[in-house]
């Protein structure tokens, strides 16, 4: 008797067990149900259908699904996300002009704009019959409305706060008028058009003017989108609807990439690019788009020294690190710039440090380290690229008398510790494009500037940077960019290694993907093939 | 009745202890919930309106009392990270799985495993002990990590049965959903698998060694009478103790797993918003995890005490 009652306990606890998970269920739909505020359920529930049928289409071809390894952390695009984020909200929203796959940008909600010649005043036509994806149509109001909108959450910092007034000279002409002169303010206006209308709601239920309207957004898992027929751009042919999908692991996203479920995978190693093959899979070799480098903290005692950064640059091996990494196909930089956008890169950089281990110690000599130092290098732990790139620079510096410590530490910790508070002696890590006006890049090494977690400071470079700011001439403004570089090179300001190669795999049944130099995974470019 | 109420008690006493320890750790530790969420450009303006939204620039104690009162009324707060939901909200969406995914691999584990030890202690020194010995230190070795990929590749890859983080929520299609968590509660399964079916053998050889065995053969009982008659029962208690640490491990989410095969779980849930510093779903999943492992102790108490009548609590 006593071993069934043991028996009976056993099988209740499991039946106890069991309902409370059906339990939640139950509570679960009538939460979603329930929840008014948040559209985003009742589309959930009508795309369940969606999702069942996206999955057998997924078999027809028509869904399009791409595999991110970070989650998107917000639907509004207003707010100051990550380049992943960045690169999906690319199809929905649209501002008065979009970048194109050249580094430059093309007009989009706006059909035609002019430069004064002071540089001080953009006017722009708002594009005749553009709507957005709730059909109702784009209004100069709404110009105004995002691009205010846009420069209160940024604060401050805002690239558009150098707006000093927006006027609606009538309803299709918007005429910006900037505080200073600044010729490159046209890079900063892709920033979002979004409705006014929608103000409550831009997070929730997302409507820009782009060619791709968001349907269901799992957060945390996927972000589902269909093609928006209202688009202005009638010559689009693309596939009609796609899916994004958050992968933690991205060992597990490649098999699910081997498996078909999802199409298109970015950020492979080189040895899974071979795993591959060529047969059912498009490798686009392209670029990470990052300044990746060994950044050093030019406070710390040692690297206060001009001759001790120039010495570390002598020391490291670019190519050794390449060749393991990226098998050979990253390009090696030697300052901060992004080789791909020819109009700002200035090339002569390149090849002023060659791996020179006795001009290395020759130059520690000279600055009184002739017995090396010790340098620690804290690394993000969960960047398996910078951590192996620490490893390897470790040995390298070896070599020359320099005594490393890797000091790995979670990511919140290394913006909190290494870039907010800048304690640390050097560190690892890669610096993505987030805006294709260079004065934002460079003004990370300005003296005193709130980002120059470097501590770098040079007379000359502040002088030249306020120059190229003022400068209104394409020309001129190449030459003193160009000058920055040089500066950043010569003076060491860190050890700049790399753009990291990018190998991204799409499934043959697809055709068409090119790759952008900030961040943008374009569907419109995509469709299936017949 | 006493002995329910004071359980209870314990239960409470034990959440609030872990919920002003977890508190109060992440105050402690580097990282910024604001920052965490902005990004690392992020104006600092726009920082300190995320602090102050947060409460973030208040004392720890302030705000353990802020959550604690809005916590007895059941509310939870909101995610820093998924701003839309609630964390009630969050728990409910990520729960359910994980719960069905730990109730499945319970199943395998006990369906599996007990005939396997009962089997392994009958033939003890035979072939078949040696073969279930071999093959349960195998898989005891195997990190589960490796496990979910070899046979995400071996089924989904090679054999193609198993479509590679085809994972279907249970609201869409119930059926699609238990069919695809087969393959990773067997992964979550197989190590604990091994180690009770381990801790079973054991248990049993103990027991057969005891006075009342021999009496229960003399008596004219089979093998099997003995074994599954007498010797079951009390070899279990020790076992069951061991189980419920086992479910109350893959009830807290199995976060590799969850990871390997794209489960929207509890597991992954929690590492996440450690690393964003999501403050009230890391209270909240601490406080599941704190309250599952509590309950399922005080049930071993219980079926202790119905199992023998020996221990009894007064």
Known sequence: MKKK?????????????????????????????????????????????????????????????????????????????????????????EGL??????????????????????????TFTLRDGITFQDGNPVTVEDIKYSLERSAEMDGESSALSVISDIKLVDDKTVELTLSEANSEFIYNLSVAILEQANDANQATNPIGTGPFKITNFAEGQYLEMERYDGYWNKDLDCVKSAKFKFIADAQSAFVELQGGTIDMLQYLTSDQVQALGTENYNIVESTMMLVHGLFLNNSYEPL???????????????????????????????????PTITAWYNADTEGTYTYDVEKAKELLAEAGYADGFDLEITVPSSYTQHVQ???????????????????????????????????????????????????????????DSSNDFTNFSDESYDETYGKALATIDHEEKHQLYGELQQILTDQAASVFIEDPADFIAVSNKYTGYQSYPVSAIDLSLVKPVQ | MKYFIKKIITLIITLLFISLLTFTAFSVIPGDAAV???????????????????????????????????????????????DTMTVTQLLQSRLPVTILLAVMAFIIIIVVSLPLGMLSARYA??????????????????????????????????????QPGGYVSMEEDMKGCIEYLILPAVAVALPKIAMVVKYLR???????????????????????????????RNALIPVITFVAMVAAEILAGSLVIEQVFSIPGM??????????????????????????????NFLVDILYQLADPRVRTA
């Open chain 2, 267 to 296: 597991g992954r849930l929690m590492i996440t918003s450690i690393s964003t510093r999501d403050y009230p779903v890391v209270q909240a999943a601490v406080l599941y995890i704190t309250s599952i492992v509590v309950i399922i």
């Open chain 2, 125 to 162: 020194g035979k072939w078949v002990d040696m073969l279930i010995n071999q093959v349960t230190q195998i898989t005891m070795a195997i990190p589960s990590f490796f496990l979910g990929i070899i046979l995400t590749v071996i089924f989904g890859l090679v054999l193609k049965v198993f």
């Open chain 2, 36 to 82: 965490s969420k902005l990004g690392v450009d992020a104006s600092p303006e726009a920082i300190a309106r995320v602090r102050a939204e947060y409460e973030l620039d208040q004392p720890v104690l302030t705000r353990y009392v802020h959550w604690l009162e809005k916590a007895l009324h059941g509310d939870f707060g909101q995610s820093y990270k998924y």
């Open chain 1, 97 to 122: 002009v979009k970048p194109t796959t050249d580094g430059d940008v093309t007009p989009a909600v706006a059909s035609d704009y002019t430069i004064s010649d002071d540089a001080k005043t953009y």
């Open chain 1, 5 to 93: 009652s043991v028996t009976k306990i056993l099988l209740s606890v499991m039946v106890l067990l069991v309902s409370v998970a059906f339990c939640a269920c139950g509570s679960n739909k009538s939460t979603e149900s329930s929840e008014t505020g948040n559209s985003s359920s009742e589309k959930t529930t009508e795309s369940a259908a969606d999702d069942t049928q996206a999955d057998a289409a997924n078999s027809d071809n028509s869904c399009f699904t791409v595999g991110l390894s970070q989650e998107i952390s917000s639907l509004d695009p207003h707010e100051d996300t990550d380049a992943g984020t960045r690169s999906v909200l690319f199809n929905v929203f």
């Open chain 1, 304 to 338: 206060k020294d001009v001759r001790v950064r120039q010495a570390l640059n002598y020391a490291v091996d670019r190519d050794a690190i390449n060749d393991f990494l990226f098998n050979g196909k990253s390009k090696i930089i030697q300052t901060h710039g992004y």
């Open chain 2, 202 to 232: 054991n248990s049993v050889l103990s027991e057969m060694k005891k006075d009342y065995v021999r009496t229960a053969y003399s008596k004219g009982n089979s093998v099997n009478q003995v074994l599954y008659g007498h010797v079951l």
């Open chain 1, 389 to 447: 790139t620490a490893e390897i620079i470790a040995e390298q510096l070896a070599a020359v008398g320099v005594n490393v410590t890797i000091n790995q530490v979670e990511w919140s910790s290394w913006l909190s510790d290494v870039y907010q508070g800048r304690d640390y002696q050097s560190t690892v890590i890669g610096f993505d494009i987030s805006s294709l006006s260079p004065a934002t890049w460079y003004k990370r090494y300005y003296t």
